[in-house]
């Protein structure tokens, strides 16, 4: 049993910053692989960042240079760095992490609630 929820967003002016957190709760054994999407108005979901589980980092290449994952395994928590942020970054951002409980043996997927990220002057 675990739950994911979100924190951060909101509205953000063109070229500044934002950092989303994305923490686990319940009977949380280890965290794992956590991955970060955004979904634009009338366009698909989109893989932006990923952090495995040994702090390996992957980034779309739209956001190279400007955002950056990380992880803080004692709070159970990834956060998601924007920085120089542009209008086409507005989406709504959803986390999931694959996460072992004390009851499983497998790793099981989990969703964050989602939050807007509006970049706009």
């Known amino acids: 049993q675990a739950q994911v929820v979100q924190s951060g967003g909101g509205l953000v002016q063109p070229g500044g910053s934002l950092r989303l957190s994305c923490a686990a709760s319940g009977s949380i054994f280890r965290m794992n692989r956590v991955n970060w999407h955004r979904q634009a108005p009338g366009k698909q979901r989109e893989l932006v960042a990923t952090?495995?589980?040994?702090?390996?980092?992957h980034y779309v290449d739209s956001v190279k240079g400007r955002f950056t994952i990380s992880r803080d395994n004692a709070k159970n928590t990834v956060y998601l760095q924007m920085n120089s942020l542009k209008p086409e970054d507005t989406a709504v951002y959803t986390c999931d992490a694959e996460i072992k409980t004390r009851l499983a043996d497998d790793w099981v997927d989990y969703w964050g609630q989602g939050t807007q990220v509006t970049v706009s002057a």
């Open positions: 952090i495995t589980n040994d702090g390996r980092v």
